[in-house]
């Protein structure tokens, strides 16, 4: 079973090679005549060869994973039971396995072909086939609006098993359903792949704390309950969210090594640094809140379905950051300021084609003394811990989580982003009236320093409340926004934005342009009689930044296909007692 | 006459000469450990004797002036008979001139006071009287409350004729009615004080553009018909929207000196550039778009009054800019980078005390060669206009325009801000929930950056627009987001936000973090038939700049009350033909 399994593989793989070589070099045409497409390709194809371990999780996980995200939601909105997740939850159960038994089921409606009949159909010209256990499927007219983008080319005239084992957000109701319809016809049973779970390349995942409730178990991405946030102005190291695209790799820190390299210019210096190099450097530390492109998405998604791991408010964490300054190291190697330059960082977690996780950031924000960008190995003064991107993690002060590459191993300066799919084709915005018909990835900016937002975080949503003595309730939460704006105030109301009250605010004495941690806020909200007679109030907070940008009031009107950016107003409804 | 002026103005001056002396220590003893108060007492001891020649102007001007604003504003929105700005257009015109004359009649009903007597009345302990015109008024309760801030504290026993003629915000029914509330008695005849328009400070005001449409004749704020502003990328210098706080001062070119001086650290540098040292220097340029803290007050306005002038959506303008480098001219000082010092500017531009009009920004956007902080003598390729700072304007790309400082005489590092009344108490956002008891300036950001913004140009609120063969109206405007921030989007809708569509951009190549130029964009939006019957839409712009902060959608919540920073969605209802 083991070896048919790298033979599929590396077969789908080998045949798969021209789209990962092409796409690169399609990447670096766009930007840069001066690439290098050998090196690239063989490096490409060397690192294929690692990827032949990859093998499908069985589905036993994925039910248990959805059955725990629910929870988490009905934990959070238990009165929601309207929002499009809390649905999906209550789908008929039966219809849920039968989905999950289609494509391991024969269709004796449809033809049989073997691997090789599906293998010749690799390209939109030819027809894109796909199989998935035993079905076959024509996704010609499907693949140009694939919510993931041209990574689906990955399976063209393949099997889609070992991907899905990696990209577990394929594994829904709704998923399913649309796959089904494309189906043409049954692959030979021989030909069907199968892994083991000994192999799998999720069987070294760290253990994680029981509070982290999961949005995803693979990719692991979990948040805390977010009532826990304002106990700690440092957020603890095992409470932080975990955000993972991918398996979480396992580095020997004395076998790790990070590379530079300056892709741009007449030359193309290399370094290496090792993990006591960087150690040995001078050591910086730094205050900053990192938060998920996606957080507080379930809020979102109660507008319109969006695509995306249904993230609460607490993909969000404050952490003490210690390690040597990227801006040292360039100025090391020689590396000028320059705006028209990026900073690409590859990390050691590799997708089924051993590509590696990427993202880039400007070089003026690298190159910046005060942009406090670090190469980090400590977290809260403690070493960093595998789910958080052991032994170095580029931190990327202000700036989307994306791009704070965990796993660091490669750093790249070039004049072009990465070509990554989570720089091109992720974490980006869009008008809420694009969709999925009309999206185009390469108009929009990749994320980088964030909008201002906060999150009432006590007292939960449907808590009952006492009053106070004084006729008061307290709330608390946190706040921030992106690229070292501070916060200056935080609002909440009660009474639907007739009466503000303004929040203490506990935050660093650090100057505007670089107050990277987030600040955390208590508010005293009077209660009025007519309010204790209705006995229920619904809470708002919205924040203001030193630019003095403010949160938008709702979701409606900054509604996005990735469900990412969602800053509106925080809402929560409380009964009083 | 002019002798009895000069001798009442100037007993005024001498008397609160205090004022102004511990005004600047508290200042600085708050700041500043290492002050020198006794340079400082002398320079404005000596800047006091240059005052004497300020008086009060007419008041014939000013009616003309309310009533052109009103006309601009009918001409804004001429649907909005309920907006408190056309209320106040539309109040009994008898009122108004009875209003008028209260201060220039005897009140038989209250005994009559001598100059000294109201003299001794120039603290809150001895209480603090003014006079103005005939009336002797209290005023001990209201100091604290006065939207002003403690400016008003210059005229405490006596005249404010010369204060209210610089600053004419004063000149409404409104202001005049509650001075009134507070009269206590006359004036003896002989001591009231009498101005000529001769000497007045406004009579060599430059000659205007007859389209600048003024929100106040003196100190000049008028702003261009916004329907102009999306014809030019770079706004011609003639139609640039204009805001002085003060008289336009006249400087020679050959005479002009700017100061420079580190305030802090042990040694007190002392430089002085000329015109000709300053064009020596090289010269750079930046586009950057200027728009005043107040831009779209009047929107504000409707949700409930605020004090400012009732800015439309035209106080901004989008220029190419030349001059030197601060950052040059600070480095070859000596000066050090620091996140704890700010850079003061100074204008030739005096209040009645001779206190120049100042502003300050913080050193490291001074020193950042990316912040593109010039000496600016160059607009669009002229040389400045005396209305926009004749010879050297200061220009802070990004900023706020209050912080752009013109006729620029003076520079001070320092390690605090500028003690003017403009960058302490003024230029600040509060919660929509304080007002003038609970305003605590000293707890507030002064605005720097600039949140986005945008408005609609065309079409003109109420405009009957034709729709077009392919069924479509075309909109079109201006976008701008503070810090360098680049527009990335804007999005319009005709239909209250169902359905937005992404209007087509026109900005500058440049990269983001400096990015100070306008973006202009063009949307065009469909119409549908139910539209076309019902004859009318209301259109909707809203921006999204690079860090994704996007506009709140209405004024409700971000109202305050000094009417800035007014960035709601912009919302235009047009007639379709």
């Given amino acids: 079973m083991r070896l048919r399994l790298v033979s599929t593989v590396s077969r789908q793989l080998q045949r798969h090679r021209w789209f990962a070589t092409s796409a690169t070099q399609h990447g670096h045409e766009q930007h840069n005549n001066n690439n290098n497409n050998k090196e690239q390709g063989e490096t490409r194809g060397k690192r294929f060869n690692n990827g032949i371990v990859y093998g499908a999780a069985t589905i036993g996980g994925i039910a248990a994973g959805i059955l725990l995200f629910n929870e988490l939601d009905k934990q959070r909105n238990p009165s929601s039971s309207s929002s499009p997740v809390v649905v999906h939850a209550q789908a008929d159960a039966d219809e849920e396995t039968k989905a999950r038994l289609w494509h391991s089921t024969k269709r004796e409606d449809l033809p049989t072909y073997?691997?090789?009949?599906?293998?010749?159909?690799?390209?939109?010209?030819?027809?894109?086939?796909?199989?998935?256990?035993?079905?076959?499927?024509?996704?010609?007219?499907?693949?140009?609006?694939?919510?993931?983008?041209?990574?689906?080319?990955?399976?063209?005239?393949?099997?889609?098993d070992p991907f899905w084992s990696i990209f577990q957000q394929h594994n829904t109701l709704e998923v399913l359903e649309l796959l089904e319809g494309f189906r043409i016809g049954n692959l030979n049973r021989s030909d069907v792949a199968v892994v083991d779970e000994k192999d799998s390349p999720w069987s070294q995942e760290p253990k994680r704390h029981a509070l982290l409730k999961p949005a995803s178990e693979r990719p692991f991405n979990a948040e805390p309950p977010i009532g826990l946030l304002p106990d700690h102005f440092l957020t603890?190291?095992?409470?932080?969210?975990?955000?993972?695209?991918?398996?979480?790799p396992t580095l020997q820190p004395d076998e790790y090594e990070l590379e530079l390299e300056v892709e741009s210019g007449d030359g193309k210096p290399q370094h290496k640094l090792t993990l006591e190099e960087i150690k040995a450097l001078p050591k910086h530390s730094v205050t900053a809140a990192i938060m998920c492109g996606g957080n507080r998405r379930s809020e979102m998604t109660r507008v319109k379905?969006?695509?995306?791991?249904?993230?609460?408010?607490?993909?969000?964490?404050?952490?003490?950051?210690?390690?040597?300054?990227?801006?040292?190291v360039l100025q090391a190697m020689g590396v000028q300021p320059s705006e028209k330059l990026h900073v690409i960082f590859e990390g050691a977690d590799l997708d089924p084609t051993s590509h590696p996780y990427g993202a880039s950031i400007p070089l003026?924000?690298?190159?910046?003394?005060?942009?406090?960008?670090?190469?980090?190995?400590?977290?809260?003064?403690?070493?960093?811990?595998?789910?958080?991107?052991?032994?170095?993690?580029?931190?990327?002060?202000?700036?989307?989580?994306?791009?704070?590459?965990?796993?660091?191993?490669?750093?790249?300066?070039?004049?072009?982003?990465?070509?990554?799919?989570?720089?091109?084709?992720?974490?980006?915005?869009?008008?809420?009236?694009?969709?999925?018909?009309?999206?185009?990835?390469?108009?929009?900016?990749?994320i980088q320093s964030m909008p201002v937002t906060s999150a009432i975080c006590t007292p939960m949503p449907e808590e009952h409340?006492?009053?106070?003595?004084?006729?008061?309730?307290?709330?608390?939460?946190?706040?921030?926004?992106?690229?070292?704006?501070?916060?200056?105030?935080?609002?909440?109301?009660?009474?639907?934005?007739?009466?503000?009250?303004?929040?203490?605010?506990?935050?660093?004495?650090?100057p505007d342009g670089r107050h990277y941690g987030w600040s955390l806020w208590t508010a005293r909200l009077p209660i009025t009689s007519d309010q204790k007679n209705a006995q229920h109030i619904e809470i708002?907070?919205?924040?203001?930044?030193?630019?003095?940008?403010?949160?938008?009031?709702?979701?409606?009107?900054?509604?996005?296909?990735?469900?990412?950016?969602?800053?509106?107003?925080?809402?929560v409804k409380v009964k009083l007692i």
Wanted: hydrophobic share 35%; with cysteine; charged share 25%.
């Fill in 236 to 248: 603890p190291n095992e409470l932080f969210y975990v955000r993972n695209h991918l398996p979480v």
């Fill in 114 to 160: 073997s691997a090789d009949d599906v293998g010749k159909h690799n390209n939109p010209e030819a027809g894109i086939w796909i199989t998935y256990g035993v079905g076959v499927y024509d996704v010609t007219e499907f693949a140009p609006n694939h919510p993931g983008g041209d990574k689906i080319m990955m399976a063209a005239g393949s099997a889609i």
């Fill in 305 to 328: 379905p969006v695509k995306g791991l249904s993230w609460g408010a607490g993909a969000v964490g404050n952490a003490k950051w210690s390690g040597a300054r990227l801006c040292d």
């Fill in 364 to 446: 003026s924000k690298a190159m910046d003394p005060r942009g406090d960008v670090l190469l980090a190995y400590e977290m809260n003064n403690e070493p960093l811990s595998r789910d958080h991107g052991y032994p170095i993690r580029v931190i990327v002060p202000g700036t989307v989580g994306a791009r704070n590459v965990k796993w660091l191993t490669r750093i790249i300066v070039a004049d072009h982003e990465s070509d990554s799919h989570w720089q091109q084709n992720d974490y980006k915005g869009f008008s809420p009236s694009t969709d999925w018909d009309t999206v185009d990835f390469s108009k929009s900016l990749a």
């Fill in 540 to 571: 708002w907070a919205k924040a203001v930044d030193s630019a003095y940008n403010v949160q938008p009031e709702a979701f409606e009107h900054i509604w996005n296909l990735r469900g990412v950016l969602a800053n509106a107003y925080h809402k």
């Fill in 465 to 510: 409340v006492k009053v106070d003595e004084e006729g008061c309730i307290t709330a608390r939460g946190y706040a921030w926004s992106g690229g070292g704006r501070r916060i200056v105030r935080v609002d909440l109301t009660s009474d639907g934005g007739k009466t503000w009250h303004v929040a203490e605010l506990e935050q660093e004495d650090l």
